[in-house]
């Protein structure tokens, strides 16, 4: 932890206070109640999908493929998408879209504060829009229900801003835990998505809370793997791995083109003259065709999903999924209707990398679309590392790390160049806020005091004359006016300081006035800084005083006056980092036969 005024402790690695085990009790208890959460979603989704397509009373998760309605199938996601309309317009306007990027929103702009009503009606709308059909996930619904509870939990407690957000995204993580047996990859896809930062105070809560919901899970909804596959080899070869390569920068190319069908589909819906609420309706009459040209595209997919993984799908039922899968996604997801990402992504990621079986070498059944699920993942939502984990924890097949590591990351690097945003923060930035994804050690948190501080600097005593103190309101040409004088005994011990402003001010009243003004003028506790500190604590005091200059002193009984530290000092400590990042310069030099490149010996 960082040592403030008055703490003598030495400098720590991280900032994280024994409150983190408060907070992590408080998780436990919200990864139990992610658990039920999911399961509460998961049994919704069951109930209405065979109420929509069998008109029967069941709760297991069946799919829409095997319905009798003929043409009468359009009108259930019509109907569907109707209600959700309704829902959003005259309930809350939060359960429309992915869930990922709602709860993203909640963090940056509204304090981790969720509205109650949001947590019964994202689930309610996102299961009457999977269930009638809709060609979406469980698990951004989910995740914004599990982030709702944990917020709404928070705020009934006495909690900072940053608390609060740890406990969200720690429902969040619980939600997607317990629905898809992965705890560890729900960890990752929360710092990498939700918690902007990297810091053992929100990482352990949020651990917890994962590892609670995938352990409920056992007793609630059952043991992983969730897509079982045969054991494939643990090393491939070159021919393997530069499959892996293909398969990585194709993933990356339809990442970007499902981003963009999406938003462009989004841009279109926006110039219609109708309401908002009416869009769900037109989305859901495509989703209807889209279901009479091929069943195994509508709803959540996870047997669609299996089958693929398992070889148990024809070419051309492939082709069709890829085809309408992706249409009837982007157009629905842009109609703003209720519904996730994840698990639409690994079907069409599964048909493509089934495509590209035909022409890859063989490795065995369901090699190549597994690489190119993890690698879809990883580059449409720009969370390479959960890509990489997810498919792992899915299938239980350790061996495919290195295939997918290869493969996640080329589409990764893919979609950062090729698009600005990912299709989560796309959302974000649309509504006026811009998100940075890039997380980065602090330059101000390697940098100290002393590096910055101006040593040469003017000071004053308590007895001083009259024109000592004129003296000190000269200016130097080449430094500028100093702003803030610090007052020092005869021991160099700092006593108070004086401002700029309040010294012309009695210098101004004559020499008479100004030698006996001077002492009601001095700032007799000063707030100081050390030589040792990091900017970072020097930048928090400053925020916390309202001050923007501070004398240096050092950490002895003494306190003698060492310089003193202002705000533009720490711009100059950003513009050292700008030119380590912006430099070129050659290092080391080649020498031939004992001469330098220039010819001297």
Known sequence: MYRLEGDSSPLGDFTTRPRVITISVMAIFIGLAGAYVAFILLRLIGIFTNLFFFQR??????????????????????????VIGVMARYGSERIRGHGIPEAIEAILINGSRIEPKVAVLKPISSAISIGSGGPFGAEGPIIMTGGAVGSLIAQFFHLTASERK????????????????????????????????????????VALASATAAAARRYILGMGPLFPVPAHNAFIGPEGLAGCVVVGILAGGLSALLTLAVYASEDAFKKLPIHWMWW?????????????????????????????????????LVVLVLIVKSVIWSVSLGSGTSGGVLAPLLIMGGALGGLEALVLPSEGVGFWVLVSMGAILGGTMRSPFTGVVFMIELTHDVNMLLPLLVAV???????????????????????????SREYAVDPLEILFAR????????????????????????????????RLFPVVDETQKVVGVVTRVDLQRIVDAGPDKCVAQFPDIVRSTPTTAYPDEP???????????GLTRFPVVARTPGRELLGLIALDDLLRARSLNLEAERRRERVLRFSFLGRRRNGSE
């Open 57 to 82: 009373w069941g709760t297991a998760l069946v799919s829409p493929a095997g319905n009798t309605l003929g043409l009468f199938e359009i009108l259930v996601p019509v109907g569907g998408a109707l």
């Open 166 to 205: 740890t406990l969200l995204v720690a429902g969040a993580a619980a939600g997607m835990s317990a629905t898809f047996a992965a705890p560890v990859a729900s960890v990752l896809l929360a710092v990498e998505l939700l918690l902007f930062e990297w810091k053992p105070r929100s990482m352990i809560p």
């Open 280 to 316: 769900p309706a037109i989305g859901g009459v495509v989703i209807g065709v889209g279901g009479l040209i091929c069943p195994q595209a509508l709803g959540v997919g996870y047997d669609t999903i299996a089958a693929m993984l398992q070889g148990q799908m024809s070419l051309h």
């Open 409 to 435: 990351t080329l589409a990764h690097g893919c979609t950062v160049l090729a698009l600005r945003r990912s299709i989560l923060t796309e959302k974000v930035a649309r509504r006026g806020f811009h998100l």
């Open 451 to 482: 590096e910055v501080m101006r040593p040469n600097i003017v000071a004053l005593t308590p007895l001083i004359s009259a024109d000592l103190l004129s003296e000190a309101l000269r200016v130097d040409p080449k430094k500028g006016p100093q």
């Open 535 to 545: 900017l970072r604590v020097v930048v928090h005091r400053m925020a916390h005083t």
